[in-house]
């Protein structure tokens, strides 16, 4: 087989072609009527020809001489025979399938919506019931925990389990230092010239060869610009005040550390809440049970005593 110039066969039925694979996996071109599953396996022009049907002999005729008269087609054929036919191998198929029905499975229970390397580690099924997202920060919580990723090209994924959050916090976080060193620096310049004399001359010629380098001449004073640069400072922590300003919910657990959601996530914290509740509902109904049973088999020797006695 290996040995084979071409592979001829004008089928007037066929379901697959694994014919045509044995001799496509040898890197031998096929010519072929077409029908049936050789009309995918082997693509016209590209592993082989595809002839006007199982009665065209002519046309097969003709696509031989095409193939012997041409060896650079030939060859091209048969490199690209072979790569198809190792598509079909076992291994590959087994690959393929296992690929699919686990693609259809974390479709189904949403494991798709997690990172893939969250999907890779998790052995036993889950089902992500909800998801949430907001900016970079995505969340996704099954019936176990809840999934956190931040970032998008750069990434991190924290799962946390329900029974590790002990609490949920509601917070505002004001960056306060930003907006006081602001006030300090713009406190400072402004009374710049009061301290002016103590302060080294130097550094003051530094500072406004510094000015003078991005500022275009003629445009501005230095002196109106020295004048109103302590708004600089303060301005800019105001911003950065305003800008960090968040409100939002932090979750404490003993053996996790703080994790802050800001307060677009306000219906995770509700999902969390509705998991805890029903994890301490299923606690207790199962401290319950253990109860009975054991209340049950301690009150069965007495009983048993007490026909012994009776007797």
Known sequence: MQNSFLNIILSKMEALGLTQLEFMFEGVPVITSGVGGQSWIVRDGE????????????????????????????????????????????????????DALTGQIEE??????????????????????????????????????????RGRLSRTTLEVPYSSIRSIE???????????????????????????????????????????????????????????????PVSIGAIAFLVGMRKGFA???????????????????????EMQNRLVTDDNSGAEEATEMGEAQGSQPSSEQGTESSR
């Open 47 to 98: 592993e082989g020809i595809h002839v006007k049907g199982p009665n065209d002999v002519e046309g097969a005729a003709n696509a031989i001489l095409r193939l012997a008269s041409d060896e650079t087609k030939w060859s091209k054929f048969s490199d690209n025979a072979r790569q198809r036919a190792n598509q079909y191998t076992l291994t590959n198929l087994m690959r393929r399938l296992d």
């Open 251 to 273: 979750f404490h657990g003993a053996s996790i550390n703080t994790i802050f959601l800001p307060s677009a996530f306000g219906k995770t914290v509700q999902y969390v809440r």
């Open 170 to 232: 509601h917070v505002r976080k004001l960056h306060w230092k930003s907006l006081l060193v602001g006030g300090l620096l713009s406190l400072l310049l402004f009374i710049q010239h009061y301290i002016s004399p103590i302060i080294s001359r130097g550094l003051i010629s530094s500072f406004e060869y510094f000015i003078v380098r991005f500022v275009p001449a003629g445009t501005v004073g230095l002196e109106a610009i020295i004048r109103v640069l302590w708004v600089v």
């Open 108 to 149: 189904e229970t949403g494991l798709s919506k997690l990172p893939f390397e969250v999907r890779s580690t998790i052995s036993q099924p889950e089902y992500v019931i909800q998801t949430w997202s907001h900016g970079t920060i995505k969340v996704a919580a099954t019936e176990r925990r809840i999934f956190i990723q």
